[in-house]
């Protein structure tokens, strides 16, 4: 299946514009397809929240069409995400279907997005072979590429001095082997050697027989690949363990995703990559940040933040097609090449792997002036980062 450029996808719109115009009073329909139950409810609410703010900004129109959000629920669960993704296109007649939050279930749904020709917006979900090994035309990333994150992290801790040595810790699953490969690809290139590695069960409720091997080959920084309460245990343990001389460093959901009124001061001197934070200082992440905590109380997550910026690519790509979205190969082609303004800048996609193409930044989790709370400070940002080209073969 070739690509289409963006000149000829706008051919294509233009020579349906007349079936289309009949039709152009009609909703554009957009399955949103979240974990609204399961292990990722959480990520999942906050996706909906930045989604339905862009959206609302907007008067939830674009190209001179009104948009219909049909929403399902995965449950975590990849086999039910395939059965609603069915549900949505075959059922509900939705045009394109934005998500799911989690690797296994984005791994699940991309052989039916690309047999079916049915647009998929990722807004989350990270796993490395979505966008490389298995890129397909129909499956656009607006969030990022799990080696996008922690490569540049590994690279930048060589280069500033921070370690020349590391042990790897990380759940066991697609986003923890991901992360491990990545930093450990990228931290040997650039002169560190990695001293161990142990991916660390779902289900382990304690992680001292892992952490009984990194203060048996020790190193400068233990980089940990861990969401919530699993990453509370680490800190937990590295705490038990006496490791805090190592620099602790991962990816930003290390920190993002802790519950801070229970680790508190703990959680300072920890140095993550993301693509978002709050403290991003951009004209359109201000008003983002002002906008959501206006409504919610609180500034958006990076999840909240994914959601918004995959909200803003639909939303510039349906007026690039003046809202004609019956070709749905044209419109994922389109969907590709167009740039937007989200709440992480100006942003596009990649068209050689659909994966956007983003900053990333270095940070400090530190205690705020005063020692109440923990606040974040960038360290550096890495520009107009891409995933690797060679593994994609679109088709």
């Given at each position: 299946m070739a690509l289409l450029t963006r000149r000829e996808a706008l051919s294509g719109v233009a020579a349906l514009a007349a079936a289309g115009a009949a039709a152009a009073a009609e909703p554009v329909r957009i399955g949103l397809l979240l974990d609204m139950t399961g292990p990722l409810a959480l990520t999942s609410e906050d996706i909906a929240a930045g989604f339905a703010l862009a959206l609302d900004a907007a008067g939830r129109e674009?190209?001179?069409?009104?948009?219909?959000?049909?929403?399902e629920d995965t449950a975590g669960n990849p086999a039910?995400?395939?059965?609603?993704?069915?549900?949505?296109?075959?059922?509900?007649?939705?045009?394109?279907?934005?998500?799911?939050?989690?690797?296994?279930?984005?791994?699940?749904?991309?052989?039916?997005?690309?047999?079916?020709?049915?647009?998929?917006?990722?807004?989350?979900?990270?796993?490395?072979?979505?966008?490389?090994?298995?890129?397909?035309?129909?499956?656009?990333?607006?969030?990022?590429?799990?080696?996008?994150?922690?490569?540049?992290?590994?690279?930048?801790?060589?280069?500033?001095?921070?370690?020349?040595?590391?042990?790897?810790?990380?759940?066991?699953?697609?986003?923890?082997?991901?992360?491990?490969?990545?930093?450990?690809?990228?931290?040997?290139?650039?002169?560190?050697?990695?001293?161990?590695?142990?991916?660390?069960?779902?289900?382990?409720?304690?992680?001292?027989?892992?952490?009984?091997?990194?203060?048996?080959?020790?190193?400068?920084?233990?980089?940990?690949?861990?969401?919530g309460v699993a990453a509370e245990r680490f800190l937990d343990g590295v705490d038990a363990f006496g490791l805090r001389s190592a620099r602790l460093c991962g990816p930003g959901w290390l920190v993002s995703t802790l519950d801070m009124a229970r680790v508190g001061a703990r959680a300072a001197g920890i140095i993550g990559a993301t693509s978002y934070l709050p403290e991003l200082d951009l004209d359109a992440n201000r008003d983002c940040v002002a906008a959501f905590a206006r409504r919610h109380g609180r500034p958006p997550s990076e999840f909240a933040a994914q959601g918004f910026d995959a909200a803003r690519l639909l939303l510039a790509g349906l007026e690039a097609l003046e809202g004609n979205v019956a070709n749905r190969r044209a419109t994922a082609a389109i969907l590709a090449h167009t740039s937007f303004e989200g709440a992480r800048g100006r942003l596009a996609l990649d068209p050689r792997t659909n994966n956007v193409v983003q900053d990333i930044h270095i940070f400090e989790t530190r205690r705020r002036q005063g020692g109440e709370g923990i606040g974040f400070e960038i360290l550096a940002r890495i520009p107009d980062v891409r995933v690797d080209r060679d593994a994609c073969q679109m088709g």
């Open positions: 674009a190209g001179g069409r009104p948009l219909q959000i049909v929403l039910r995400a395939a059965e609603r993704f069915v549900k949505l296109v075959q059922g509900d007649g939705v045009d394109i279907v934005v998500g799911p939050p989690g690797s296994p279930e984005a791994l699940a749904l991309r052989d039916l997005a690309h047999a079916q020709g049915v647009p998929l917006v990722v807004p989350n979900a990270g796993a490395t072979a979505l966008t490389g090994e298995k890129c397909s035309p129909f499956v656009l990333r607006v969030s990022y590429s799990h080696e996008q994150v922690v490569a540049p992290l590994a690279t930048w801790m060589v280069r500033n001095g921070v370690a020349r040595s590391a042990y790897l810790l990380a759940a066991e699953g697609i986003a923890g082997r991901d992360h491990a490969a990545a930093f450990r690809k990228a931290f040997a290139a650039a002169g560190g050697t990695v001293a161990g590695e142990e991916f660390v069960p779902a289900t382990a409720q304690d992680f001292a027989p892992y952490l009984a091997k990194v203060r048996l080959r020790p190193a400068d920084a233990i980089f940990a690949s861990f969401f």
